[in-house]
């Protein structure tokens, strides 16, 4: 079966408003590509209990989580810590993650025309960044060596933990997807057919989506009401979506059914990927 797939969003600066996250909106681009969908998201501010209280949740979970953020080594990042809180598991220096840590440093050394000094304290401290959770696996990070992590749950969760950086964390994220999810990938054409279904009620509409997806256990049928819509007014948005060769029938059965029950009907929009 394919998992739920999950997104975790580790900020203060994102619940004050000083950061918009865009996360979000990527990581549904990233599992749409694969015919996968994110099932949820939880924003968590630097609350050392709330975070490791959000993780224990997904680790007993059966889904594959992507953490964003907070997995650096200043007093605000927690995300570590509380991964390895969460996991009831000591945290350890992952030896791969300390030799990309020292290479990247090297590197900074030698644009900076400077000598690499290992044992500086700052380039010491550097190194808790490849500290884990004991077990970790690593995530590369192409755009500056310092990497991420994996870790498994209990439930058989994957949790998967990247920076905050758009930059760093959306590379990453698709890597993991290569690497752990190719197995659920879908990428067969998907298609979403919807219709704007004027001044309707949920209510009434609920027996016919019950009984689309009852003769037709793969797709999936929708309603999206509005109520203040400035072209359309109050409306549903009514359709289906699924596999490309599921969906016609699926369409025909629905829009058959509400030219039968007297639906004043709009526009049409059809969404192929």
């Given at each position: 079966m394919t998992p739920q797939f999950g997104l975790i969003i580790v900020g203060d600066e994102i619940l004050s408003g000083k950061r918009a996250d865009k996360h979000m909106p990527k990581v549904i681009e990233l599992l749409s590509a694969r015919g996968l969908a994110l099932s949820y998201a939880h924003y968590v501010g630097d609350d050392p209990q709330r975070i490791t209280r959000t993780l224990s949740d997904a680790f007993v979970s059966a889904d594959v989580v992507f953490s964003c953020g907070g997995i650096g080594a200043t007093p605000d990042d927690h995300t570590r810590q509380c991964a390895a809180a969460a996991l009831e598991r000591p945290l350890a220096l992952h030896p791969k993650a300390a030799d990309l840590i020292r290479e990247?440093?090297?590197?900074?050394?030698?644009?900076?025309?400077k000598p690499y000094e290992p044992e500086r304290p700052d380039n010491l401290h550097r190194?808790?960044?490849?500290?884990?959770?004991?077990?970790a696996r690593i995530i590369p990070n192409p755009y500056n060596k310092i990497p991420g992590f994996s870790c498994d749950g209990s439930g058989g969760a994957m949790?998967?933990?990247?920076?905050?950086?758009?930059?760093?964390?959306?590379p990453m994220i698709e890597w993991a997807l290569e690497h752990y999810c190719v197995e659920w990938f879908h990428r067969e054409p998907q298609t979403e057919h919807s219709v704007i279904v004027y001044r309707a009620m949920e209510s009434t509409l609920t027996p016919l989506m019950l009984e689309i997806e009852s003769i037709y256990p793969t797709i999936k049928v929708f309603s999206l009401p509005s109520v203040d819509h400035p072209v359309h007014g109050r409306h549903i948005?009514?359709?289906?979506?699924?596999?490309?060769?599921?969906v016609p029938a699926a369409w025909k059965m629905l829009v058959e059914t509400l030219h039968k029950i007297g639906a004043e009907l709009g526009p049409e929009m059809v969404r192929n990927r």
């Amino acid at each position: 079966m394919t998992p739920q797939f999950g997104l975790i969003i580790v900020g203060d600066e994102i619940l004050s408003g000083k950061r918009a996250d865009k996360h979000m909106p990527k990581v549904i681009e990233l599992l749409s590509a694969r015919g996968l969908a994110l099932s949820y998201a939880h924003y968590v501010g630097d609350d050392p209990q709330r975070i490791t209280r959000t993780l224990s949740d997904a680790f007993v979970s059966a889904d594959v989580v992507f953490s964003c953020g907070g997995i650096g080594a200043t007093p605000d990042d927690h995300t570590r810590q509380c991964a390895a809180a969460a996991l009831e598991r000591p945290l350890a220096l992952h030896p791969k993650a300390a030799d990309l840590i020292r290479e990247r440093m090297q590197d900074v050394a030698r644009e900076e025309g400077k000598p690499y000094e290992p044992e500086r304290p700052d380039n010491l401290h550097r190194l808790n960044m490849g500290v884990y959770p004991e077990g970790a696996r690593i995530i590369p990070n192409p755009y500056n060596k310092i990497p991420g992590f994996s870790c498994d749950g209990s439930g058989g969760a994957m949790v998967h933990f990247v920076p905050g950086f758009p930059v760093m964390a959306w590379p990453m994220i698709e890597w993991a997807l290569e690497h752990y999810c190719v197995e659920w990938f879908h990428r067969e054409p998907q298609t979403e057919h919807s219709v704007i279904v004027y001044r309707a009620m949920e209510s009434t509409l609920t027996p016919l989506m019950l009984e689309i997806e009852s003769i037709y256990p793969t797709i999936k049928v929708f309603s999206l009401p509005s109520v203040d819509h400035p072209v359309h007014g109050r409306h549903i948005e009514l359709g289906v979506k699924g596999a490309s060769d599921v969906v016609p029938a699926a369409w025909k059965m629905l829009v058959e059914t509400l030219h039968k029950i007297g639906a004043e009907l709009g526009p049409e929009m059809v969404r192929n990927r």
